[in-house]
């Protein structure tokens, strides 16, 4: 019907897929990926790839429909970069290994579409993904575009990684002021990274008056010794 509907009136196409995933569960998304796969303008396909996307919204991670596999590798074949793009990403919540390494690698290239990369970041992010070695890249690199530095930033808060603390203290001079915020707030959720903001600010890498009063009662709710001592 969202096919049928959509063939003169792209707007009403979209609006009947989207209908189709409302509730998200895994059968309306199987219908949505058989639909997906007996399409091949790239129009149409953006079309469904964005209404299983608005149906996994949330999801962290989904079960992969049996013909995915298929569908995704003609996909990726595209010559639409969208195509290819949007595909990885519905792909990475269906825990699609090649489909993870596809948006790696396309936020890890500054030659790549800013609001790619932004995507990229989004979807690896919402599927925890391991990407600490790119995100570290971005934050400690030179020339990267400022709101995707940011958002490198605060996508390392979820992970706990040995390696973030040290670059964002080193690097922490050459941040502008949202990227900093998010730099503290980042440190300030582990212990881990706790312990190394008061010691940066105790050498005077940090300003003291960066961390704000509802962080630093956060960083006093860990109840370290070591934070203590410090």
């Known amino acids: ?23 998200g569960d895994a059968r309306a998304i199987e219908h949505l990926v058989k639909g997906l796969s007996q399409v091949d303008t790239a129009d149409v396909q953006l079309s469904f790839l964005t209404a299983i996307r608005a149906a996994l919204r949330g999801q962290r991670t989904a079960d992969k429909p049996e ?61 925890k993904h391991d990407v600490v070695e790119t995100l570290v890249d971005i934050v400690s690199g030179e020339k990267q575009p400022a709101m995707l530095r940011e958002g490198a930033i605060l996508g390392l808060g979820q992970y706990d990684d040995p390696s973030i603390a040290p670059t964002l203290v080193k690097s922490y001079a050459k941040f502008n002021a949202g990227q900093q915020r998010a730099a503290i707030a980042t440190l300030a959720g582990r212990a881990s990274g706790a312990r190394a903001l008061l010691i940066a600010m105790r050498d005077k890498l940090i300003p003291t008056v960066d961390l704000t009063a509802d962080l630093a009662r956060q960083i006093e709710l860990f109840e370290d010794s070591e934070v203590t001592d410090l």
């Open 1 to 23: 019907l969202g096919m049928k509907a959509g063939q003169k009136l792209p707007l009403l196409r979209e609006y009947m897929l989207r209908r189709i995933g409302a509730n």
């Open 67 to 127: 013909q995915w596999n298929e569908l995704f590798a003609a996909l990726s074949r595209s010559t639409n970069e969208q195509v290819q793009l949007q595909a990885a990403v519905v792909g990475v919540t269906f825990g699609d290994p090649t489909a993870a390494e596809r948006l790696r690698q396309e936020l890890a290239h500054m030659d790549r579409p800013l609001a790619s990369r932004h995507d990229a970041l989004d979807a690896l992010l919402t599927a």
